[in-house]
């Protein structure tokens, strides 16, 4: 299991007394060094009960785009696995710029579950799944499944939120998810709090169907 989480910058904030999220790349990098130390030690301390160690991953999307710097990514990721440690994913907040920023932490999801051939991403968020309009406004119905390669025509689901801390929505998870899905990792959207009901094959959220990749011919 990976574990891929945003925070760093959100957590850094009240350190340096800021109440909002900081909109110059200078101070997002600040907060972010601040808070990247910080989060992984919320992550370990929650972890100690059940006898879990946490390893630090942290990643721009140049090192995805450079294949030595994705080739060593990946191996590190396989290597803390077979040591039975939990890597915890985050965007390197420090030292990324706006030009070279993977843009919201389900894209990074989606390519880091690609980059170790990934079985499943779930991509949580406060919605229990995703539908066919705004889940507040009238008529909106929850899409249970989506089929490989479904262009989902007629759906509305809106542009990315920002909010004080972070940014996301619908539409993201659908962008990442189709990322994840076409490269062969099934993907189900969902709720935090409802980690356990998917955990054991409930059907909850949206599921979104993998691609399967055509059989390599047999040369005999």
């Known amino acids: 299991m990976v574990l891929v989480s945003s925070g760093a910058i959100a957590i850094g904030m009240p350190y340096l007394q800021l109440q909002e999220r900081p909109t110059d790349l200078a101070t997002q990098q600040a907060a972010a060094s601040v808070g990247q130390n910080l989060l992984i030690f919320r992550y370990q301390d929650s972890l100690d009960r059940y006898d879990i160690v946490a390893g630090q991953v942290l990643l721009t999307a140049s090192d995805l785009d450079n294949a030595t710097h994705r080739g060593n990514a990946q191996r590190a990721m396989e290597r803390l696995m077979a040591l039975r440690i939990l890597p915890i994913v985050n965007e390197n907040d420090t030292v990324a710029t706006h030009e070279i920023r993977f843009g919201d932490n389900d894209r990074l999801a989606a390519l880091v579950a690609t980059l170790i051939g990934a079985d499943l991403l779930v991509l949580l968020s406060d919605v229990d799944a995703l539908y066919t309009c705004p889940p507040d406004q009238p008529g909106a119905e929850r899409i249970s499944l989506v089929a490989s390669g479904d262009p989902l025509v007629g759906m509305e689901f809106g542009a990315t939120t920002v909010n004080g801390v972070g940014t996301g929505g619908a539409s993201t998870k659908v962008t ?22 998917a955990l054991r094959g409930e059907p909850v959220g949206t599921w979104f169907e993998p691609r399967i990749a055509p059989a390599t011919p047999r040369i005999s």
């Open 176 to 197: 990442a998810a189709r990322i994840a899905a076409q490269a062969g990792t099934a993907v189900l959207v969902t709720a935090t709090g409802l980690v356990a009901e």
